[in-house]
């Protein structure tokens, strides 16, 4: 299996590129925000819980997002890989997918992370907020805290996989095709 974790803060353009790498590597698109959404949406009880912390800006709670994350693999035998887009997001949840992965008998076979400035993510996401309706993409105390957990709780998973040499970087600004070109010049040499 190729299974790819695309990483990055948010706003950086993972939900984008997951759509075209899907296409290209024929991957399932594993996205714990876009799952959270369709909970939020029709209204169940994960969706309320979840909505309580997304719109503060803050992450859901591990045992929630894991539960959840491991239902949707599980619904998907067979597949030739998948795109983890948004997960694992803390160094537990990274811990949860390696040993659900190695129950599968695979792994992990790279981290890619979009590299873009706080400047322009902070950009990005308030012009995102004009047309997706998204209650965290509209106030900046909210992009400002996403921000933060993201520094304080997530760049720890980049370190986790690059202690295994699993973690790359790459050039997060340009044109969605530049970014595009580099995520399968990376991939293409695995
Ligand atoms: P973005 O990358 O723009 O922040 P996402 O759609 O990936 O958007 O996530 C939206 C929100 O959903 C996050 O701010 C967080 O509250 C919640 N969320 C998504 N994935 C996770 C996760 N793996 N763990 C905890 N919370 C998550």
Known sequence: MLNLILFGPPGSGKGTQAAFLVEKYQLLHISTGDLFRYEMGNNTPLGQLAKS????????PDSVTIGMLKNKVDANPGV???IFDGFPRTVAQAGA???LLDD???CVSVLIALDVSDEEITQRILLRGQTSGRADDNDPTIIRNRIDVYKNETTPVFDYYAQSGKSLKINGVGSIEAIFGRLCEAINKL
């Open 53 to 60: 912390y997304i719109n503060k800006g803050q992450l859901v």
């Open 80 to 82: 030739k890989g998948i």
């Open 97 to 99: 997918l390696d040993s």
């Open 104 to 106: 599968m008998g695979s």
